[in-house]
């Protein structure tokens, strides 16, 4: 039957791109050097963040700004249960560590299980005052949220070592398996409930939400998972962000980080998995490009003062023009199969 | 607790809360014509604050004259945005809105930061303004009766704009219905450029002011401002200026009293209008105002 | 009786739009609800499906209360409904479109999707070939991987009235179906609407403004003007009433 043709084509496809992922990681890990691997981390690390926050934002289309909450809180947690109780007394300058804190040990795998839980509660949480009512609501307590989870990390000193941080969290050798491990789970997972009922009620609440609702989508419940799953994966990135960093300070976490996510999704495509993966690779590269923007210029012996700063004011620029301009990014709604599709179709 | 000491923070609560309201009206009523969280707003508040400076310090113009000129600009600019950023998007997705909002608040701060610097810069803040007096133990600023009373000022003038002219009633009758307006004759993107016009105008005169009472501007101070003043303007009831004004000082009071009995919460002091936010919508989502936006009243 | 109105008053401020109207829907019927524009019909249909709530009055659906309750719930107890101006999904297929109708009868759960373990294949295929059963009838199976909205105007509609069906209901709540076609379509829809109350064994309440079409297709009807009665029973009596042919002036004639 025709069903059944389509799911085989759609595994096999999908297990070659995975394999592919994996023999990649392992030649990475392998033969590339030190520098490249960091960057290779950061930015498995980022396609993680990229492809959760695109499924609140861009399939579900209600406006968040969680992320740097979510990864504040998956990265405390993983370092707060992986350093170990030592070196939380020796680091905790402003107040001693609780008692339960220093109590609190736990292996790297279920620390960063327990990010994404946490993380996830409390978008449930906080998913009852917000989605309960119709309004843009969202966007605005999400940024307080972020705010708070900030303000919560600074003046708990005995819990987070305030605005000094946690340093020497644990590394972990052949890091490329972890970060790379998890995003190909997260970008396999977010891709399974884009396709499947749950996506396609997440679409429909995005596309119009009275109809969704006249079609029977309990919008209220849809809007959750998609927040909570989001939020989930946002906090296991913080978690893999606090191990690869090793030292985590409240300012780590700021709305610079959420709007890096944004371009990326935007420039990406909002509402496309691949275009989140795209758009991590190409704003990444762009940033690290863009340094010299932010530093001295010599150009044909004439000095100019870098500046600082000038990197988001040409980002919140391009945003703008996107916007404007190009509003569906580089895959617009599409993923990387609706292309080959589409040609089908016209044949 | 001490009469006086609590007449004293009754006095900064509602200095506080007169600033916080003065930007929450711009909020409320841009979203209640546009259904937008404008962002960008709050950064008016500093750009309001930044041109006040400007005029004072390189042109040595006296205050009431930067402050004209800086509420003034601030107007324009407000019109500006919508122009070039909302206006073409009228049509998108809110969630295009949104986004270009966050992208002009992030421009607005970096472009400040790379341009003027992120340090702080100490504001002028005019003698007259800073001469304390004495009224049966509760000292007062000049500053501290100015701005409420302006504040209430402000508010009445709007009311009466709203209700008593016609260009008002058209705002009112946008919030209801876009299409309406337009049907009636009255160009509905003029009406929105003149609501951006006077929200961004009052966030001047509340960034004028928080510049008196602090002094000192640097480019990120309206991010905080601006998220406690929206936080102020749900509290009220989202789409009325009356709310908004209510919610500014509901929330200015609470960081001052809090502070004043339990200062140990200090550090949480910012934390306060996201809790009210949170209380709001767990319990009376349209504010105390309560309208339903789909019958919204200014 | 499959639905009954009883005595529903809506308000909104100080506009009455509906003011103590009742009527009931036998099963299998085709029901009509006609009157001109602002008359209120649409908001009846609002009440039905539970984004408004009556200021008085109820709506009981097989003998049970349904005022008040979610819509979506409504939508699981058996009611579907189509839009006045066509609100499918623009980013989707046809078939995910018709799909989503049926999206809260797939009993997977979010875990057994995102694991793909077997119930979200044997349930995906089930849904999947109810849908394009559904499309057959309707004569939009070929159209089932283009773009919802790259689809004509008639196909559209088709694909609405699919979504609907996919949502298993026993009453269906058709809003203007006939808008915005000529004759020989709308000769083709009641006929499609005949075909579908049998062979999906469904209850249909309509709002309309073609008499034509309306005499065709309905047994009874409920006349509306500015939220009151005027008018309810057969068809064959309506055109026959004066107070109806006052408030239609003649369009009857061409009936």
């Known amino acids: 039957m025709m069903n059944d043709a389509i799911f085989t084509k759609q595994r096999l496809i999908n297990l070659g791109i995975i394999i592919t992922a994996i023999w990649f990681t392992w030649y990475a890990q392998n033969t590339l050097d030190e520098y490249t691997v960091r960057i290779i981390n950061n930015v498995a690390i980022f396609i993680i ?18 992320p740097n909450g979510f990864v504040a809180i998956g ?66 307590v999400t940024l307080g949220f972020g705010f708070i989870i900030r303000i919560l990390a600074i003046n708990s000193p005995s819990i987070t070592n305030g605005s000094l941080g946690i ?3 644990p590394e972990y050798s052949n890091y490329l398996y972890w970060t790379m491990g998890a995003a190909i789970i997260t970008v396999v997972a977010i891709l399974n409930i884009i396709y499947s009922k749950y996506g396609r009620a997440m679409k429909a609440v995005r596309d119009d939400e009275d109809a969704a609702t006249a079609m029977g989508v309990d919008t209220f419940k849809i809007k959750t998972l998609a927040f ?33 996510l944004l371009i990326i999704i935007v420039l990406g495509g909002l509402g496309s ?6 758009g991590t690779i190409f704003v990444m590269a762009g940033l690290e490009w863009m340094r010299f923007l932010d530093e001295p210029i010599s150009f044909m012996g004439i000095e100019t003062e870098g500046t600082p700063g000038m990197r988001m004011v040409v980002f919140s620029l391009i945003l703008i023009l996107v916007m404007l301009f190009a509003r569906e990014g580089l895959m617009g709604k599409k993923e990387l199969k609706d292309l080959f599709k589409k040609k089908k179709a016209n044949k | 607790m001490d009469i006086l000491i609590f007449m004293q923070q009754m006095v900064n609560g509602f200095s506080l809360g007169s600033m916080y309201a003065l930007i929450a009206i711009g909020y409320t009523m841009v979203y209640g014509v546009l259904r937008l969280i404008n962002f960008a707003h709050g950064d008016i508040m500093m750009v309001g604050a930044f041109l006040g400076y400007t005029f004072m310090v390189v042109f040595a113009l006296p205050f009431p004259v930067a402050v004209l000129l800086s509420v003034t600009l601030s107007a324009l600019l407000g019109m500006l945005m919508d122009k070039i950023a909302y206006k073409p998007l009228r049509e998108a997705p809110k969630i295009s809105l949104l986004i270009t909002a966050i992208g002009i608040s992030f421009f607005l701060e970096n472009a400040f930061t790379v341009f003027v610097g992120g340090v702080p810069r100490a ?3 005019p003698e007259y303004m800073e001469n304390i007096f004495n009224v049966a133990g509760v000292t007062f600023s000049t500053s501290s009766i100015t701005v409420p009373i302006v504040t209430l000022g402000l508010l009445l003038g709007i009311l009466y704009v709203l209700y008593k002219t016609k260009y008002g009633m058209a705002i009112r009758a946008l919030s209801f219905d876009i299409k309406t307006v337009n049907l009636m004759g009255i160009d509905g993107n003029t009406i929105i450029a003149l609501v951006f016009a006077l929200g961004s105008g009052l966030a001047a005169v509340g960034g004028l002011f928080w ?17 406690k003043a929206f936080a102020a303007a749900v509290v009220g009831g989202i789409g009325s200026v009356t709310g908004a004004v209510l919610g500014g000082f509901i929330i200015g009071f609470t960081e001052v009293v809090v502070i004043a009995f339990w200062p140990e919460m200090g550090g949480y002091k910012d934390a306060f209008a996201f809790v009210f936010l949170i209380l709001v919508l767990l319990f009376k989502p349209t504010g105390i105002m309560g309208e339903d936006l789909e019958k919204s009243r200014f | 009786m499959i639905l009954e109105v009883c005595n529903v008053t809506k308000k909104f401020g100080g506009v009455t739009a509906i003011k103590d109207t009742s009527f009931h829907v036998n099963l299998k019927e085709i029901y009509g609800l006609i009157g001109p524009n602002g008359a209120g019909k649409t908001t009846m249909f609002n009440i039905i499906t539970g984004n408004y709530e009556p200021t008085a009055g109820s709506v009981k659906f097989h003998g049970q209360r349904i005022d008040g309750i979610k819509p979506y719930k409504i939508v699981h107890r058996g009611i579907a409904r189509t839009f006045q101006n066509i609100r499918l999904f623009k980013s989707m297929t046809v078939l995910d479109n018709v799909l989503i109708g049926f999206d809260y009868q797939a009993t997977y759960t979010y875990f057994e999707a995102i694991l793909r373990l077997p119930r ?47 949502a298993n209901p026993q009453l269906l709540l058709l809003d203007e179906p006939a808008a915005g076609m000529n004759p020989q379509e709308t000769h083709e829809l009641a006929e499609l609407f005949f075909k579908i109350r049998d062979e999906f064994d469904v209850t249909i309440l309509l709002i309309e403004h073609d008499m034509k079409f309306v005499n065709k297709l309905c047994d009874r009807v409920m006349v509306l003007d500015y939220g009151k009665t005027i008018f309810e029973g057969d068809i064959k009596d309506a055109i026959k009433n004066e107070e109806v042919i006052k408030a239609y002036l003649g369009d009857f004639k061409h009936a």
Do not use: C, H
């Open chain 1, 49 to 66: 963040l990229a492809v959760s926050y695109n499924l609140i934002n861009g399939v579900t289309g209600q406006f968040s700004l969680e």
């Open chain 2, 211 to 227: 510049a008196v009472n602090y002094p000192s501007v640097e480019p990120m101070m309206g991010v905080l401002v601006g998220l």
């Open chain 3, 120 to 166: 979200f294949f044997k349930e995906e295929r089930r849904v999947r070939e109810r849908a394009f059963e559904i499309m057959e009838v309707l004569g939009i199976a070929e159209f089932a991987d283009e773009l919802a909205t790259s689809l004509s105007y008639g196909s559209q509609r088709k694909v609405e009235i699919a979504r609907a069906l996919a």
């Open chain 1, 75 to 140: 990265a405390y947690v993983v370092a707060i249960l992986t350093v170990d109780a030592e070196g939380m007394l020796y680091q905790y300058d402003i107040e001693d560590p609780s008692a339960w804190v220093l109590a609190m040990q736990a292996e790297f795998i279920w620390a960063l299980l327990l990010a994404g839980i946490i993380s996830a509660l409390l978008a449930l949480s906080l998913s009852f005052p917000v989605f309960r009512v119709r309004g843009d609501y969202l966007a605005i």
């Open chain 1, 273 to 278: 998995t691949t275009g989140a993966i795209l």
């Open chain 2, 123 to 125: 504001f002028p803040v």
């Open chain 1, 167 to 169: 340093n020497d969290i």
């Open chain 1, 228 to 260: 909570s799953t989001s939020a989930f994966f946002e906090g296991i990135g913080g978690g893999l962000l606090a191990a690869l960093l090793t030292s985590i300070s409240p300012d780590l976490f700021t709305f610079f980080l959420t709007f890096q």
